[in-house]
Nanobody, 115 residues
Framework: QVQLVESGGGLVQAGGSLRLSCAASRDIFSANEMAWFRRAPGKQRELVAA???????NYAESVKGRFTISRDNAKNTVYLQMNSLKPEDTAVYYC?????????WGQGTQVTVSS
C-alpha cells in the first residue's frame, strides 16, 4: 500500500493564493502519474492537474494559467500552487498517485474561497 498525506488546505479570499502538499510513502519517481482532483459541493470529482512520468502535464481548462503542479522527488512530495483563486475553486482537493496499474488516493483537504 501507498499512503498519501495532504496538507495546506484552508480558507482564503478570492484573488488569494494557496499551496497544497502531498507527501507519498513511496518514491514518486516510480509513479506513472501524480495528480490532483477535486470535488465541489453537488458536483462530481474532476481532474485538476496531472503530471505523468514522461513529463506531460495536463490542467483542467478552468485552472489553466492559475494553478501549477510541481514535485520535489527528494521529498517524495507533489505540490499544487493555486493563484488567483475564485469562489468556484471551493472544493475538497485529493492527491492521486498511480503505480503501474494501481491508483492510490489521499484523504482530501478542504479549500474554501470566499467572495
Amino acid at each position: 500500500q501507498v499512503q498519501l498525506v495532504e496538507s495546506g488546505g484552508g480558507l482564503v479570499q478570492a484573488g488569494g493564493s494557496l499551496r497544497l502538499s502531498c507527501a507519498a510513502s513511496r518514491d514518486i519517481f516510480s509513479a506513472n502519474e501524480m495528480a490532483w482532483f477535486r470535488r465541489a459541493p453537488g458536483k462530481q470529482r474532476e481532474l485538476v492537474a496531472a503530471d505523468t512520468r514522461g513529463g506531460s502535464i495536463n490542467y483542467a481548462e478552468s485552472v489553466k494559467g492559475r494553478f501549477t503542479i510541481s514535485r520535489d522527488n527528494a521529498k517524495n512530495t507533489v505540490y499544487l500552487q493555486m493563484n488567483s483563486l475564485k469562489p468556484e475553486d471551493t472544493a475538497v482537493y485529493y492527491c492521486y498517485a498511480k503505480y503501474g496499474f494501481v491508483g492510490y488516493w489521499g484523504q482530501g483537504t478542504q479549500v474554501t474561497v470566499s467572495s
